[in-house]
């Protein structure tokens, strides 16, 4: 089991800027970023494979990045021209590559993100 620690959660206005961090306990070699709302499942905004390909969701296309470290303990997502609509809990999690997709296996315990507008 990996351990992760999400930070960089915070208040932000609306057209501001949020850089998220996940520490692991442990090399990690796919990750995602999810995103809950109250009464809503996760849903995943952002993805990088093992080999650094990355994906996101639409709505935050062009303005999200994920991105690691060389160690590849730490993965970051830089939340640019936010929106009151990215509003929620992140968290990060392992993904793990099963053949023809991509399984989740530990998460975090989240950091909250709030947009004003």
């Known amino acids: 089991q990996v351990h992760l620690v999400e930070s960089g959660g915070g208040l932000v206005q609306a057209g501001g800027s949020l850089r998220l961090s996940c520490a692991a306990s442990?090399?990690?070699?796919?990750m995602g970023w999810y995103r809950q709302t109250p009464g809503n499942q996760r849903q995943l905004i952002a993805h990088?494979?093992?080999?650094?390909?990355?994906n996101y969701e639409d709505s935050v296309e062009g303005r999200f990045t994920i991105s690691r470290d060389s160690a590849r303990k730490t993965v970051y997502l830089q939340m640019n021209n936010l929106k009151p609509e990215n509003t929620g809990v992140y968290f990060c999690a392992t993904r793990e590559w099963r053949g023809s997709f991509y399984s989740t296996g530990d998460w975090g315990k989240g950091t909250q993100v709030t947009v004003s507008s």
């Open positions: 442990a090399r990690i070699d796919a």
């Open positions: 990088i494979t093992t080999g650094g390909g990355t």
